[in-house]
């Protein structure tokens, strides 16, 4: 791995802990301005402070982030399918010179292993792990779930290692029971969990915990901060957890202080 890559990747897994809180704001590309997103910036903005990396699409940046914020951007660059649509048929919709215009720290794109498309979504990663590499930029790799596969230990294991296989840097997928298997089938690849759908906050806090504690460098939450009733609290109590080591119910306890 090149000294760029090295560095682009130490910007978002921070090196003093190992771990990381990305923020997952890329919802908009399939479900348009789903609840929470409708106004972007305002949503996202004091939640900037508290998040590792941001994860969004180059029109959603360019549109409501301020590019004089200190945040790197992991830069979702397939899209082109909406949720009326089969979601497995995704093509990349921003090239490798526009993730260097926005300065992304990590390029990122769904892989759907059992879908439809499966073969065409591994090609699309397979494009960006050969553009990542010639530009120091890493990719990651999402594990989209295909429809007629079960989120458990077994599938996830297989759909990641399928990305590491193709060369992916970094790979976010579901938490599942037996997670340290999936884990393992990454091998030396930081995992992220993805927080998927909204979730009581307490569940959303202790799927992190159980996240980092088999094997995950840290997720990347967005309904469960951005769609709580205390968003800032929920992402300081998910640091808490992922950075400072602090059990759910001490983190659960932030959340709540900060709804006060």
Known sequence: MNW????????????????????????????????????????????????????????AIRNWIDPAVDIPIILRVSGGQSILKELS????????????????????????????????????????????????????????????????ARYLGLASRICVEIGAHMVKTYYTEDFGKVVEACGNVPVVIAGGKKLPEMEALQMAYNAVSDGAVGVDMGRNIFQSDSPVGMIKAVRAIVHDGKSVDDAYEIYEQEKK
């Open 4 to 59: 760029g890559m090295k560095n682009r990747i130490s910007r978002i897994i921070k090196p003093k802990t190992g771990r990381c809180v990305m923020l997952a704001v890329d919802h908009g590309y399939f479900q348009g301005p789903t609840t929470g997103l409708a106004n972007l910036g305002e949503t996202v903005a004091p939640l900037l402070p508290y998040a590792d990396a941001l994860m969004i699409t180059r029109g």
């Open 89 to 152: 048929n995704e093509i990349i919709t921003t090239n490798i010179d526009d993730a260097i215009r926005i300065n992304a720290s990590a390029i990122t794109c769904s892989v759907y292993v059992g879908g439809e498309y499966e073969k065409e979504t591994i090609g699309n990663l397979s494009k960006l792990v050969d553009e990542g590499e010639k530009y120091g930029i890493p990719v990651l790799a999402v594990t989209a779930v295909g429809k007629e596969m079960a989120r458990d």
